[in-house]
């Protein structure tokens, strides 16, 4: 039986073809409040993620190290990138789901439901034919912590797709306690969906719902994983199909019928990841107040990350 280094805690032992025995966590940026939203730029050779305390989104990469991107963020969270490659963003304090152009000016895509102000859209994936899928959950107006404290207006903590041709906005879930982290399968055909309400309220379990896709409708398949430590936030898929969640105790990889692979333990809490790196073997980890780093072999799912660009 093969031997992983200690931070990588195999529970089965199809794990060991996906990290490597010669692997170690580099923690790679640090000194942070909350870092969240990873998402890898290739073609640029960087990673992009959230300080979301703080109103940044910073930049590292391997040759520059860490600089800042942007400032005054709105309490930017999650990120990702549509089809085109453009940038697209949740932010806590705007309420707003954002997209910055190639020339740098930003787009609001979305900022209401139904007249009312959206609560705090905090992740968000874009599908292939350019519909946006977020979560609004409402961490960020529950306090002035990473977002401006207020009163919520929507009915519920609602899943959302914008649709790409008719600019239609529709609750697609409604019923989760806390909606965060969504990734789709490298199919389309599931959407994962984090449910992260155990934050306040211990009664919720943290689990994972999976969900197929319908075009514009979402089927619920129930549960798909529940975490054993933790709960989880961000998620991404690799190549093959197995997900990988943030956890308490670091990140989980499950295979897609929801068996535990192994964990890759990681000494901070973990909000998020994202696949990436020159050749998209790597793994970038959001924890707190760092980011952390390893190599694995498998790619993400998402077309960017294994771009050779970079
Ligand atoms: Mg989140």
Same mark, same amino acid.
């Given at each position: 039986?093969?031997? /992983?280094?200690?931070?990588?805690?195999?529970?089965?032992?199809?794990?060991?073809?996906?990290?490597?025995p010669?692997?170690?966590? *580099?923690?790679?940026?640090?000194g942070?409040?909350?870092?969240?939203?990873?998402v890898w730029?290739?073609?640029?050779?960087?990673?992009?993620?959230?300080?979301i305390?703080?109103?940044?989104?910073?930049?590292?990469?391997?040759?520059?190290?860490?600089s800042?991107?942007? *400032?005054?963020?709105?309490f930017?969270?999650?990120?990702?990138?549509?089809?085109?490659?453009r940038l697209?963003?949740?932010?806590?304090?705007?309420? #707003?789901?954002?997209?910055t152009e190639?020339?740098?000016? /930003?787009?609001?895509?979305a900022?209401s439901?139904?007249?009312k102000?959206?609560?705090?859209?905090?992740?968000?994936?874009?599908?292939?034919?350019?519909?946006?899928?977020f979560?609004?959950?409402?961490?960020?107006?529950?306090?002035?912590?990473?977002?401006?404290?207020?009163?919520?207006?929507?009915?519920?903590?609602?899943?959302?797709?914008?649709?790409?041709?008719?600019? *239609?906005l529709?609750?697609?879930?409604?019923?989760?306690?806390?909606?965060?982290?969504?990734?789709?399968?490298?199919?389309?055909?599931?959407?994962?969906i984090?449910?992260?309400?155990?934050?306040?309220?211990?009664?919720?379990p943290?689990?994972?719902?999976?969900? #197929?896709?319908?075009?514009?409708?979402?089927?619920?398949?129930?549960?798909?994983?529940?975490?054993?430590?933790? /709960?989880?936030d961000?998620?991404?898929? #690799?190549?093959?199909?197995?997900?990988?969640?943030?956890?308490?105790?670091?990140?989980?990889?499950?295979?897609?019928?929801?068996?535990? /692979?192994?964990k890759i333990?990681?000494?901070e809490?973990?909000?998020?990841?994202?696949?990436?790196?020159?050749?998209g073997?790597?793994?970038?980890?959001?924890?707190t107040?760092?980011?952390?780093?390893?190599?694995?072999?498998?790619?993400?799912?998402?077309?960017?990350?294994?771009?050779?660009?970079?």
């Open positions: 039986m093969i031997t /992983l280094p200690p931070f990588l805690d195999m529970r089965d032992e199809r794990f060991a073809d996906l990290v490597h010669m692997g170690q966590l *580099e923690q790679i940026a640090t942070f409040t909350w870092t969240e939203g990873p730029i290739g073609d640029h050779g960087c990673l992009l993620f959230s300080d305390p703080s109103q940044r989104v910073m930049r590292w990469s391997a040759r520059d190290g860490v800042v991107f942007r *400032e005054g963020s709105q930017n969270n999650g990120n990702t990138r549509d089809p085109q490659g697209v963003g949740c932010r806590h304090g705007a309420r #707003d789901v954002v997209r190639i020339d740098g000016s /930003l787009t609001v895509l900022n439901y139904e007249g102000r959206l609560n705090s859209p905090n992740d968000v994936v874009v599908s292939s034919d350019g519909a946006v899928w979560t609004d959950p409402t961490y960020g107006i529950l306090s002035n912590f990473e977002g401006f404290r207020a009163e919520r207006e929507q009915s519920a903590n609602h899943v959302f797709r914008l649709d790409p041709v008719s600019g *239609e529709r609750a697609v879930v409604s019923d989760f306690v806390q909606p965060n982290g969504l990734v789709f399968s490298p199919d389309e055909t599931r959407l994962y984090a449910e992260s309400g155990s934050s306040h309220d211990d009664s919720v943290p689990v994972i719902r999976q969900f #197929d896709v319908d075009g514009a409708r979402l089927i619920d398949r129930g549960v798909f994983a529940t975490l054993d430590c933790g /709960l989880p961000g998620m991404r898929v #690799d190549t093959q199909g197995n997900l990988w969640s943030s956890a308490g105790d670091g990140v989980h990889c499950f295979t897609p019928d929801g068996t535990l /692979l192994g333990l990681v000494p809490t973990v909000a998020n990841l994202c696949f990436g790196g020159a050749d073997h790597r793994l970038f980890i959001t924890a107040t760092s980011v952390y780093c390893t190599y694995v072999d498998t790619k993400g799912a998402e077309p960017w990350t294994r771009s050779r660009l970079g």
